[in-house]
């Protein structure tokens, strides 16, 4: 497989809200990064629902249809509804299946009905824990392409949020080991991608749905969870920077794999891998704060071609039920945007965006567009292994944060960015020794099994 | 800067749509002249003008044929445009009145009635004259494709369970307007349990309340009389009493 | 036909007196009467009917299952009650004339009423039943047990037309006056079961639609029957509305000046206070909403769906879909006659509107809702009929014999809605306007399409009468007095009980109360207040199953002493 050795956009300047070089069409005709900025909701079912399928059906039939019904009643021209899947839709692949066929019913209804522009993204759980089964070779990896196979016959996207390195990754993490964050994310997670998504797109190929992508939700979001806020203190804001950065060189092997976008919400990367591909990318900020709190609520909106609120649980709220809601808040957000490249403001209302959170953290400098292009320039620019680009985005993106003078550093952030820095400088040159050494450092680490990764 | 009114979607006036389709004319259903000219009547609840259509369509054409292609997808049209606001109750009430009538006509020229898609048992209460929530809930059920064994108004508990033994429906129902007479519906639930008819039950009507109806077995409430041929698919796809009562009620 | 029996003798010098009673659904209404002079000495009302449930089925539906003796019993005591209110001095009682509904006549006299619970004739041939006649009758005191009446007191009852149609639609037959005159008029009754009569070309056409309990503010959630202090009417000033509230005479007089559209600080300087809102409130909310747009059945177009009559009183959309339902049984009701009777809608000229919602409903909104025929020229508010009559046969008791050719002249050509297919259709078209938003113009083509009578809209405005205004007109001179305690209030000490209150919780109508330090505690139940046999939220709640809701009217009927 070849990795990317070039960039979509020649410049930051380039990139913008609502359009992407490669928009994609739906099976519903739904262009997505073809000049305009959709929502894409995001309801999941209350605890307890999940008990039989029934009414977990019944659950999601009533949030799709709020979400429905709230874009007619207050203008919105379209709209994506995601489901993840709880772990029963992925378990037992026929509830993914009658769960999206259901959806994507109602949908068609509207369609029909109003004329609404709409698709529906089904999120396939990866229930592979690497911990407990084989990734390659257990019931539950037949279970996840079962559910692509099952879901891909109704769904208009399909995506995953896969698992692979996450055992490193918890180990690393809590023990701030960047080298173990690095081996984790971008040689073990990127195997494991380059071995699951050939077999995710020739089955959405089959089914004629559209392969979109995936994240690194559960390993750079984990870290950036852990840094959270100005107050708390687990995790450096530094290192939770540096594991997206990392995340980059990990996120892009669905793309070369054949996944055509519109890469999944919570995919924070997701600036980066559009200014290297130039495909469609779904993302969220602050209408996602009902599922998260993070510092970079506008930013994330500078280049996205989806706005999502990444999860809500249904529960009744003054205005309606919360995914009627957030379906109303993220269609005005949606709105804004769309106004603004209406008017030829787009670039403007950008700068917005960026200044408005370019300061606040260093996760939000660092997917400001230019920056983002920035470690994509370094990620393509050392495509000679999983590892090196990686490293790469790392060390650029070290870089970056200690050349502008604006950007402020607690000294416990600065002390342990500088520690980083050294140790990613210190580390082997080619992808082989650095296997080597970590197989050596980390093959004992609980649940660790290398064959799974072909190692 | 661009103009203000340039077409970038940044919101749609779903009102005016609708709108705009309002008094939309009913989409085409058949390209056999003949055939649409059935479906015109039926679509426009004109049960004499149907009835005079099929029987010239009998003429020339194979009953099955009008059935499946005109007085079927007439009603499916007439569903439709109930469902965007543009027909209301009676009139579908009136359009069911005309498929029965035209497939009545058809069903007498096949020498067989035509396959319907389930039984369901309907009734009025015993002691209770007011049908007219009935009555709706016969067009609606008939207007899906359903076969209504329409027991009428004022029938005895006993009659509903005989009716359910031998037609053995996917569904029953039973409507009332008094309190007085709603008395009868767990009898005639017990009465089809202890013959080991685990029919749901649809209850409805007047005074007939939610916590009444969930009150005894095989019992499920019915809002509205146009929830009917919902809960009759459900009972098709094989719910229970119990399941369609966790997905209709409460 | 009976006649009355000859005034029996009193002792020289007392006053011979006559109690005239209106036994309403919603409640009882007496006045006394001087036989010498035929004045209203005093009036007498009840704030609530004193059997649980809010319509004359839950009431049969009480006496089905406690049994009538029981409903007799509970009834008697309230009458009872209602007399020794009445100023009747030294003088002496010696005649008593009551009128009502069937169902409330029969429960009075402790006769005959599954013909009344069951309308359908299988259920009533497998019963058993023959309906009986109910003709009228007059019979001494002594044969009513426990009313407390001298023994030789005599006890008028007047006749019924059908089992839905009583006394009380003959009252409003004789004392609308409307066979006095040539033109084609209606006369309509606006309660739970709206009794109305078309007189068209000469001949009387007579029928009941079931409108339901929100004609008379009841299943509307802030709804209440008309009592001081709930809100009759609304009245446009610029853009507010002016509550008009009925006072503590029953009086309506300005309220509080009122947005729609929000909810009002509670303006203290502004007239009577308001608590509740009455079925005429009701109606001139719908109208008024309808006309400033902020109603388009079914839905309320204001920000939180409600339309709103200032602090904590509101009208909600399953409001305007109860109360639609009942404007448009009466207007079906009203169809179906015109239709037997060959009369067009624009025949009718003159609508008297009766009961206590027909004595305050504004005639011009309850016009442009339909309740009204829409080109009447005059409407006459006539008040309540049923006490009239009663008053009349009071001092008159030989109109018994116009009353009862009058009732066996009616069931010639008298209706019954349920059984015909123009109610059935009018009445699908009014459930689709007022539940799915039909707009009018295809409710008209249908009409054209079933080949009804067409359907002219509102045009002119009618001459408003009031005949009557307020509910009871003369009180008399000694006054009203109002018996807000109806009913008995039954407490028991149930073996299992915890006191955990779940059964006050389930209750909807707040009509279960815990007293008492001991275990178990004792439950009390109001039985006026309770919603009746048919509700029963209690019971499934009591977790210990102790609770059952007939032990509180069982009670009753052991312990129901006679009233000397």
Redesign the interface.
Same mark, same amino acid.
């Given at each position: 497989m070849k990795l990317s050795d070039s960039m979509a956009y020649a410049s930051a300047d380039e990139m913008i809200f609502g359009s992407a070089k490669k928009p994609v069409t739906t099976r519903r005709g739904l262009v997505i990064g073809g000049?305009?900025v959709i929502p894409e909701v995001v309801p999941h079912p209350r605890p307890g629902s999940e008990k039989d399928l029934?009414?977990l059906l019944?659950e999601f039939e009533r949030a799709t249809g709020d979400i429905l019904e709230r874009c007619?009643?207050?203008?919105?021209?379209?709209v994506v509804v995601e489901n993840e899947h709880v772990f029963q839709m992925t378990d037992d692949p026929s509830w993914g299946m009658e769960i999206a066929a259901q959806t994507t019913h109602q949908i068609d209804d509207y369609i029909e &009905?109003?004329?609404?522009k709409a698709a529906y993204r089904s999120t396939v759980a990866d229930i592979r824990k690497p911990d407990m089964v084989d990734l390659r070779n257990s019931d539950r990896t037949r279970k996840v392409l079962e559910a692509f196979d099952a879901c891909a016959k109704y769904a208009d996207i399909v995506s995953i949020e896969s698992l692979g390195g996450k055992e490193v990754f918890d180990y690393s993490i809590i023990r701030n080991d960047i080298t173990g964050l690095l081996f984790s994310q971008a040689v073990l997670g990127s195997r494991d991608m380059a071995w699951l998504w050939p077999q995710i797109v020739a089955i959405a190929r089959k089914r004629g749905a559209v392969p979109g992508g995936d994240t690194d939700c559960a390993q750079a979001n984990t870290a950036m969870f852990m840094a959270a806020g100005y107050i708390s203190k687990d995790v450096p804001h530094t290192l939770a920077a540096l594991c997206r950065a990392i995340a980059v060189g990990r996120s892009l092997v669905a793309y070369e794999c054949g996944a055509l976008g519109p890469g999944k919400d919570c995919g924070y990367e997701n600036p980066i891998i559009k200014a290297v591909t130039g495909l469609p990318m779904s993302m969220e900020g602050k209408s996602c704060a009902c599922a998260h709190s993070s510092l970079c609520g506008n930013v994330m909106a500078a280049v996205c071609d989806l706005w999502s609120n990444e999860a809500v649980e249904y529960h009744h709220m003054f205005g309606g039920s919360s995914p009627a809601v957030f379906a109303e808040i993220l269609g005005y957000d949606t709105?804004a945007m769309?106004?603004a490249?209406?008017?030829?403001?787009e670039k403007q209302y950008q700068a917005c965006l960026v200044t408005s959170d370019r300061y606040r953290s260093l996760q939000g400098f660092i997917l400001c567009p230019d920056n983002a292009w920035a470690i994509g320039k370094a990620v393509v620019d050392n495509n000679e292994s999983y590892y090196s680009r990686a490293r790469a985005a790392a060390i650029t993106c070290a870089e970056l944060m200690l050349a502008d003078s604006q950007v402020r550093f607690t000294s416990f952030e600065k002390d342990a960015l500088m520690g980083f820095a050294k140790e990613l400088d210190s580390l082997p040159a080619t992808e082989a020794d650095f296997i080597d050494l970590c197989l050596k450092k980390y093959g004992k680490v609980k649940g660790f099994q290398p064959a799974a990764y072909g190692l | 800067? &661009?103009d203000?009114m340039?077409p970038?979607?940044?919101?749609?006036?779903?009102d005016l749509?609708?709108d705009a389709r309002r008094g939309e004319a009913a989409r085409r259903i058949s390209e056999d002249p003949l055939l649409q000219r059935v479906a015109d009547c039926l679509v426009r609840g004109d049960e004499e003008g149907t009835a005079t259509m099929v029987a010239e369509a009998l003429r020339s054409r194979d009953p099955r044929e009008v059935i499946d292609q005109s007085l079927i997808p007439g009603m499916k049209e007439v569903g439709r445009l109930w469902?965007?606001g543009e027909y209301f109750l009676p009139q579908v009430i009136l359009s069911s009145d005309a498929m029965v009538a035209g497939i009545t006509l058809c069903e007498e020229r096949m020498g067989r009635a035509m396959e319907k898609k389930a039984k369901v048992v309907t009734h009025t209460a015993e002691g209770d004259i007011h049908d007219i929530g009935q009555a709706i809930v016969n067009a609606l059920l008939r207007a899906s494709g359903f076969d209504v064994v329409n027991l009428g108004a004022d029938v005895p508990v006993d009659e509903v369970v005989e009716a359910c033994r031998v037609h053995k429906p996917v569904m029953v129902t039973g409507t009332a307007l008094m309190t007085t007479t709603m008395t009868a519906f767990p009898k005639i639930a017990a009465r089809l349990k202890q013959a080991g008819l685990q029919i749901p039950f649809v209850c409805g009507g007047g005074a007939v309340s939610e916590d009444f109806v969930t009150g005894f077995e095989l019992g499920v409430w019915g809002k509205e009389a146009s929830q009917a041929p919902g809960m009759a698919e459900d009972a098709l796809n094989g719910?229970g009493w119990s399941?369609m009562r966790? &997905?209709w009620n409460g | 036909m009976t006649a009355a029996p000859a005034t029996p003798p009193t002792a020289r010098g007392r006053a011979r007196l006559a109690v005239a009673m209106d036994l309403g659904t919603s409640g009882f209404r007496a006045q006394v009467l001087d036989l010498s002079s035929g004045e209203v000495i005093s009036t007498a009302v009840t704030a609530r009917h004193p059997l649980p449930g809010a319509n004359v089925i839950d009431h049969l539906h009480f006496a089905l299952e406690l049994g009538v003796e029981t409903a007799r019993e509970i009834i008697l005591q309230t009458v009872n009650q209602l007399i020794g209110l009445l100023h009747t001095g030294n003088g002496e009682v010696v005649r008593l004339a009551v009128c009502g509904n069937p169902t409330q006549l029969s429960l009075f006299q402790g006769s005959e009423i599954r013909d009344l619970a069951f309308a359908g004739p299988r259920k009533l041939k497998a019963l058993g039943v023959e309906p009986p006649e109910r003709a009228a009758t007059v019979r001494p005191a002594s044969e009513f047990p426990g009313l407390a009446l001298p023994s030789g007191c005599a006890v008028i009852v007047p006749p019924a037309v059908r089992h839905e149609v009583g006394a009380d639609a003959l009252a409003l037959i004789v004392r609308s006056g409307i066979t006095d005159r040539e033109e084609t008029a209606i006369a309509i009754d606006y309660g739970t079961n709206a009794e109305m009569a078309l007189l068209h070309r000469g001949r009387l056409f007579t029928g009941s639609a079931a409108a339901g309990p929100a004609l008379e503010g009841q299943h509307i959630v802030c709804g209440s029957l008309a009592m001081p202090g709930t809100i009759a009417d609304l009245i446009a000033e610029g853009d507010l509305h002016r509550l008009i509230v009925l006072d503590a005479a029953m009086q309506p007089a300005p309220g509080a000046l009122v947005d729609l559209r929000k909810p009002a600080e509670s303006d203290g300087a502004a007239g009577v206070p308001a608590t509740k809102i009455t079925g005429t409130g009701t109606i001139a909310a719908m109208d008024q909403g309808m006309e400033r747009g902020l109603v388009v059945p079914p839905r309320i177009l204001t920000g939180d769906r409600r339309l709103h009559f200032g602090d904590g009183i509101f009208l909600t959309e399953a409001d305007v879909a109860e109360a639609g339902k009942a404007i448009g049984a009466v207007r079906a009701g009203y169809f179906t006659l015109l239709n037997e009777a060959g009369a067009n809608v624009e025949d009718v000229r003159t609508a008297y509107l009766a009961g206590a919602s027909g004595t305050y409903m504004d005639a011009i909104k309850a016009r442009r809702l339909g309740l009204v025929p829409p080109l009447v020229k005059t409407v006459r508010h006539i008040g309540n009929t049923s006490l009239a009559l009663a008053r009349d046969l009071a001092l008159e008791p030989e109109k018994l014999d116009a009353l009862d050719a009058l009732a066996t002249k009616l069931r010639e050509t008298h209706c019954l809605f349920a059984a015909t297919k123009t109610f059935s259709r009018v009445y699908v078209l009014e459930l689709s306007r007022w539940t799915e938003g039909m707009p009018m113009a295809t409710y008209r083509d249908l009409l054209r399409q079933y080949g009804l009578p067409e359907l002219p809209p509102v045009s002119g405005t009618p001459v408003v009468v009031h005949e009557a205004e307020r509910d009871i007109e003369d009180h008399g001179r000694m006054g009203l007095a109002t018996l807000q305690r109806v009913g008995l209030v039954v407490g028991l000490r149930l073996d299992g009980c915890t006191g955990c209150r779940a059964c006050l919780d389930a209750c909807p109508a707040g009509a279960l109360a815990l007293e008492g330090i001991f275990e178990p505690p004792t439950l009390s139940l109001t039985q006026a207040l309770c919603n009746g046999v048919a509700c029963r939220r209690c019971e499934p709640a009591c977790p210990s199953g102790v609770f059952h809701l007939n032990a509180f009217f069982e009670a009753t009927a052991s312990r129901a002493a006679p009233i000397a």
């Open positions: 000049g305009l029934r009414t019944r007619v009643s207050v203008g919105h021209p379209s &009905k109003y004329g609404i709105a769309n106004s490249i209406s008017l030829g403001y | 800067m &661009k203000a340039s970038v979607p940044i919101f749609t006036r779903y749509t609708i469902e965007i719910l399941e966790a &997905k | -």
